[in-house]
């Protein structure tokens, strides 16, 4: 079976998308629509600001919503555990009972979040992005524990690139869930940033059950999902953030081999 690449380029502020040639997907910049400095006026920016405002708040609902139902999947498994492991007193049941109140404060935070949208406004500022990856790994150590997943990381130093943190974080987290879900038992995940002379560079490879093609080649789709009970909004969620923050994502999937991720930022001068 042959292995299914997909790229995006950077989205600049007015574009489309096209296809480069087999399944390799970039946004390209169109002039823009030239108009009368009265109609600008009078309907260019009050449309344009409502419609930026429509776009950018069904995303962020989109993302929140999607966001409880990390942990929700993981309270349920858990509780799928304890019940299963009820008759037995071996401690488990005291750390599946910690997994369940972690994901529980987990989900009052996000709906917080969801209550009040002005609060979260994009702030982009020098970070090192290991950091990020270290604590987005905290945030999905349950899911990790539970399947015993080995991860392996490669970091170098000084990593730094410009972005909103917080959103930032979403991403990363929303790639680490889905290749700890393409993990069997025992599986492992690759983590590996380094620079080169213009840009950190932050690769995600798993060795899980990789996807179909016809899946694969979609993947940063709205609504494309490769697991019976996805919605498909996760990488999509993923593609949307890191066109905020001027950003290349690649990904390469292969049935019976596993998924590779790869991310490319510009580095930060701050």
């Known amino acids: 079976m042959r292995p299914i690449s997909i790229f995006y380029k950077r989205k600049h502020s007015r574009g489309g998308m096209q296809k480069d040639g087999g399944n390799r997907k970039m946004y390209k910049t169109k002039s823009p629509t030239r108009v009368s400095s009265e109609h600008w006026m009078e309907n260019g920016i009050e449309n344009g600001a409502k419609v930026a405002e429509s776009e950018s708040s069904a995303l962020n609902t989109q993302m929140l919503i999607h966001e409880i139902r990390n942990p929700l999947s993981v309270i349920s498994f858990v509780s799928e555990l304890m019940l299963k492991e009820n008759e037995q007193n071996d401690g488990s049941l005291f750390s599946y009972a ?5 994901n529980a404060q987990r989900i009052e935070a996000i709906l917080r979040e969801l209550l009040n949208p002005n609060e979260n406004s994009a702030e982009f500022v020098a970070v090192d992005i290991c950091d990020l990856i270290e604590k987005s790994l905290q945030k999905a150590d349950d899911k990790i ?9 490669s970091y170098g130093f000084d990593m730094v690139v410009k972005a909103d943190p917080e959103r930032l974080s979403i991403a990363i987290l929303n790639i680490i869930i889905n290749a700890v879900e393409a993990l069997k ?3 492992k995940l690759w983590i590996t940033v380094y620079k080169t002379p213009d840009e950190v560079k932050v690769i995600f490879k798993d060795n899980g059950a990789g996807m179909m093609p016809e899946v694969a080649s979609h993947m940063f789709e709205k609504n494309v999902s490769g697991k019976s009970c996805g919605l498909g909004l996760g990488l999509w969620i993923v593609k949307s953030i890191l066109e905020e923050h001027d950003a290349n994502i690649i990904a390469n999937s292969e049935i019976g081999t596993g998924t590779t991720i790869v991310m490319s930022f510009k580095q930060s001068l701050e």
Not at 98 to 102: A, D
Not at 145 to 153: A, D, T
């Open 98 to 102: 910690e997994l369940i109140s972690k």
């Open 185 to 187: 038992y025992r599986g």
């Open 145 to 153: 524990l539970l399947k015993k997943i080995h991860v392996i990381k």
